[in-house]
C-alpha cells in the first residue's frame, strides 16, 4: 500500500545502529499511536455509555407514562383523553427504547469491540515484545562479551564449545525475537489504517440502522457512498494486511534459514569453510577495541567499525554518528594479526607516522583476515604499502583452504564457498577461447553512480539535510509525470516514465541478455557494498528520435542519447522494475566503438518501457522507409522529367521556333530570346505537363 513505511526484516540480525535509529522511530511512532488510541477509546466508552443511559431513560420514562392511569386525580376523569394520549407516547417510547437498546448493543459490538481489540491485543503486544526485545537484547550482548573472553589455550575446549553453544542459543533467540518485532511494528503501520476507521464505520453502520427504524431520516445516496466508499478500502487494508503478513512469515523463515550458519561464531561440524574475501576495500562490521583505563589496566569495548572516505570509523549503538578512530592514508600505515590479553582473534593497525596503534578483535579468523586485507587494500591504493604486506594473510588463508585431490563429491560441495546474499564479485578475466555474452563484461571498470544535471551544478548539499529520501516506488501516478515539450508533442511516437538511475558502466559488447543481467547485478552489488542509497530521479521520455531524461523540477534536459546509438534494451528476469540499455559511442580516426550498459529502476514494469523503445524503433524505422521511398519517387520524377523534355523539343514546331524557346545546354532552363529564365525543375516539370495535356487535347 502506498505510504507504508516498513523495517528491513535482513538488518534485524546484523543490529546495526542505523537499523536501531529507525527502530527508534518507530518505537516512538507505536508510543504515540497508543496513546492518541488509549484517547479514542475513552471517547467511543463515553458514547456507549451515554447511549445506554439514553436507552434506560427513555424506558423509564415510557413506564412513568404507563404508570399515568394508575394516579387517581381528584379533577381527573377516567376516560380522559390526555390519558389514552398518553399511554400512546408511552407505546412509541417503547418503541424507541428498544431501538436505541439495539443501538447500544451495535455500538459495543461494531464501535467498542475493534478499538478495544487495538488498544489490548495489537499495542500491548507491542509494548510486551518491546520489553522481550530489550531483554533479548541484553542477554546477546552477555553471551557475545563471555564468548569473546574465552582464552586460546588448547585445555578449555569445553569452555569454548560451552560458550560457542550458548552464543548460538542468545544469537538465534535475539534474531527471532527482533524479527517478531519489527514485523509487529510493520503490521501496526497498517492496522492503524483501520484500527479508527473500523470503529466510526461501525458507528455510522449503527446509527443507519437506527434512523432507518426511525423512519429512515439519514438514508441518502451521499451517505451510502461514502460508507461503501470507506468500507470497501477498509477491506482492501485488510487484505493487504493479510498478503503482507504472509510475505513476512514466508520472508522470516527464509532468513532464519539462511542465517542459520551465522549464529556460530566458528563454523561447527559439517558447516562449509567460508575463506575470507582479500579484494575488499569496504567492509563494517562489530569488533571489539582495547582502550586503556588506568596505567596498566585495559578494557574491551564493542563498537560497530566501518570505513569511510579512507578513514577507519567506529560507532556505538547508543552514538547518532561515527567518530574517526584512525586515519589510513598515511605511509607506513599496516594490519597484522596480533597477540593481546590471551584473546584470540586479535589484530592491530600500525601507524608509524603518528606513533598509533589500535587494537581489534574479530569474531572469528575469517572476519579478522578481511579487516587486515581491507585496511592493507586500503593504504595500497594509496601508494603507502607494499605487497609484502598481504602475504601473511595469503598464506595462512591458502593453508587453510588447502584439501586433498582424492575428496568426495559431496564434501566437495560442503567445502564450495557460498554467500548468504548470493553476491560474489570475481576479479579476475575469463580464458575460454569461446567467449560468451557474459564474458563481454568488463570486471574492475568504474561504475558511475550519479548522473550530474544542468540545475544541480553549483549546488552543494547540506550535511545537516543528508541524502535526498527515497521516493516510494509503488506510486504510479501519472500526473506526477514531466509535460512533454514542443518536440516531443510533434513527435509520432512519445512515452514518459518515471525512472531513477542506478548506475553505468562500459561494457565489451553490444548486446546480450547475460551481459545486460551480469551489468545489472554487479552495479546493485557496488551499490550495496559502497552503501549507495541515493537514486536520481528524472522522466524518461521515449520518441521515435531519441531517449531524454528530463529533471523533474525544471524539465531540463539531462542526458540524451539517439535511438540509432542504442544497440540493446531489456528487463531483468527476476525483478521487473529493473531494465536496462546499451549505447553505442562512436569513435573518430579508425578507432572501435565502446558501448556502455545503463542501469535504471521505474515504477512501471521494465518490459513495458523496453515494449515502448521497441515500439518507438519500429516507428523510426517507417519513418526512414518512407523518406527513401519518397527520395526514390523523386528521383523518378526527374527522370520523367529529363525525358519529357527531350520528347518536347522533338515536338515543338515551328509557332515554337518562332518565339525563340529553347533548352539551355544543361537541359535546366529555359531560353527565351537568348536569356536564361530561372525556372526550376519542379516548375518546368509542372509548365511541361500543363503543355503535353493541350497538345492532346488538341
Known sequence: MPGIERLHLEEALEDSPQTRSLLGVFENDADILGKYAKSFHQCCDRIHRAQSELSAATQALSQLLKNYE???????????????????????????????????????????????????????????????????????????????????????????????????VMKKKFHQTALHYYSSLNAIQYKRKYAFLEPLLGYMHAHRSFFQLCNEAIVRPETEEMLSNISASVQGVHQEMNQEIERSVEFMNTLEHQCNHLYYAEPVGDMPYIPPNLNLTQKAGYLFMRSKTALFASSWDRSYFFIQGGNLMSQSKAEVAGGLVLDLNEEGLHAEPADADDRRFIFHIVAPSTKKTVILQAENERERDEWIATVNNIVKEGGYVKDKVLQPVKKRVASVSSKPKHDSPNEASRRRPHSITGIQQSHSSPTSPDRSPVDNFLYGTPIQFDMISPSDEGKSLNPKEGPPRRINPFDQSSDALAEEGSEEKEAAYCQTYVVRFLGSMEVAGDRGEALVHETIRQIMAARAIHNIFKMMESHLVITNKSLKLLDPANKNVRTEFALEDISYWCAHNENKRLFAFITRNKAGGGEQPTFACHVFECNATGEEICQSISGATKVAFHSLMERRSKQKMKVQEKELLLANINSLEDRLDEEDEASSLQLSPDGKFLVLDDKVDSTTEDELLDNTNGRLRCESEA
Open 70 to 168: 394508575k394516579q387517581r386525580f381528584p379533577l381527573e376523569s377516567d376516560d380522559s383523553i390526555l390519558t389514552s394520549t398518553i399511554m400512546q407516547f408511552s407505546t412509541y417510547l417503547d418503541e424507541i427504547s428498544s431501538m436505541q437498546q439495539v443501538l447500544a448493543t451495535q455500538l459495543a459490538d461494531s464501535m467498542m469491540y475493534p478499538v478495544t481489540r487495538f488498544l489490548h491485543a495489537d499495542l500491548d503486544e507491542i509494548q510486551t515484545m518491546g520489553e522481550m526485545f530489550q531483554v533479548s537484547t541484553q542477554e546477546h550482548e552477555q553471551a557475545v562479551a563471555k564468548y569473546m573472553k574465552i582464552p586460546r589455550k588448547r585445555d578449555n575446549e569445553k569452555q569454548r564449545f560451552e560458550g560457542n553453544e550458548e552464543l548460538y
